[in-house]
């Protein structure tokens, strides 16, 4: 199972497939424009420029007279597991950090909650709600998509670019400010669901 890591209390991974790290920013806020899995992964980068955040925590901080903020520094993490299986094979697992859960569950309503939200891989995004403290959910509640691409790995095993999505995906609310709770309590407790739900490879989503 290939992991991502915790940075500034927020857990966050890159997956070295085009299709899979494209979809979360290739899937259209609007509906009209529904991503492919066959889309190129320069277009769909290419459509918006990065957002330096670190920088601009960095200026925003120096105009309100604060200290420079300081990130958080985390011990080396182990060797990232690579699988053998063929990636048309995989078993992809998804964690996502916009708040998303789905109708019936409990909203995050509070900062530093260290919760997370068990999605079945079939849920409809009918079905998906977001909340969050920290960005605009204008975008996320029109489409959860933009923030949760259940749908999309759905769509990339139906085309046969990956085995299958897990059974379960998991979300919570990022902007978590004490690491030592990602660390201690909400990353191995993802880590496990993982290993329980037998993935081949972990897709991790940030806000």
């Known amino acids: 199972m290939q992991c991502g890591e915790v940075c500034d209390g927020t857990f966050f ?4 497939v085009a299709g899979i790290v494209g979809s979360a920013g290739g899937q259209e806020t609007q509906r009209t424009e529904r991503w492919s899995p066959r889309d190129s992964i320069a277009g769909m980068f290419a459509r918006q420029p990065p ?3 670190i920088e601009r925590t960095r200026s925003l901080y120096a105009s309100l007279g604060y200290p420079p903020y300081r990130w958080v520094e985390n011990p080396p993490l182990a060797e990232l597991a690579r699988t053998a299986k063929s990636q048309n094979e995989w078993r992809v697992g998804l964690v996502a950090s916009g708040g998303i859960y ?6 995050f309503h509070y900062r530093d909650d260290p919760s997370y ?18 960005y ?12 949760f691409p259940l749908a999309a790995l759905r769509d990339l095993a139906r085309a046969g670019v990956i085995g299958e999505a897990a059974p379960y995906a998991y979300t919570f609310m990022g902007g978590i400010y004490s690491s030592a ?9 993802l880590a496990d669901r993982f290993v329980a739900d037998a993935v081949d490879v972990a897709l991790m989503v940030p806000v």
């Open 13 to 16: 991974g890159l997956l070295p």
């Open 51 to 53: 957002i330096d955040y």
């Open 102 to 107: 789905a109708a019936g569950q409990i909203a």
């Open 117 to 134: 939200r068990e999605i079945a891989r079939d849920t409809s995004v009918e079905d998906l709600r977001a909340t969050h403290f920290a």
């Open 136 to 147: 605009d959910l204008a975008d996320a509640r029109r489409d959860p998509n933009v923030v």
């Open 181 to 189: 709770k990602v660390r201690g309590t909400l990353a191995p407790a």
